[in-house]
């Protein structure tokens, strides 16, 4: 699974052309130091009732996005730290795991014991990615406006 991940990892550096020094430096997962590794999947037909499925299909994968993001929230609150990896193929992780056909991976967590959290986001610390500004995402009964297009761009 490692070299799976490793192989993703190479790939998108290549692919920032400019950046790609950069991107390599950051730890992007932590397959190797995990006390524990969970591989989050999707499995296509587990249920026959479909509810708010049939208009919105990527409910499933919201739901689990929650549980993912649950499960984070609560090892922080016990100090434990959890990484979210998400480069990875996934046809390639699926046939290393011996998936039923129709499953497919969505995540890979990283669990375990660290010696201390980061004091911000990593992405923001390494010039990444900024935070954005709350009154930039949040409006109250409507799109602003003067707010920035959805596309982030």
Request: one cysteine or more; a negative charge; hydrophobic letters at 45%.
């Amino acid at each position: 699974m490692h070299g799976l991940v490793e192989k993703e990892r190479c790939a998108t550096a290549r692919a920032l052309g400019e950046r790609e020094e950069d991107f390599m430096r950051l730890k992007v997962e932590g397959l190797l130091e995990a006390g524990e590794v969970i591989v989050v999947a999707l499995a296509d037909g587990r249920e026959k009732h479909v509810f708010g499925r049939r208009t919105l299909p990527e409910m499933d994968l919201t739901s689990v996005a929650c549980a993912i993001q649950n499960m984070w929230l609560a090892a922080r609150a016990e100090g434990i730290g959890m990484g979210w990896v998400s480069i990875f193929d996934p046809v390639e992780l699926a046939t290393l795991l011996d998936m039923p056909v129709g499953a497919r991976p969505v995540a890979i967590l990283c669990i375990g014991h660290v010696d201390e959290f980061y004091p911000r986001p990593m992405l923001e610390i390494h010039q990444w990615a900024e935070r954005m500004p709350l009154e930039t995402v949040l409006f109250e009964n409507g799109w602003r406006a003067d707010a920035p297009p959805a596309s982030g761009g």
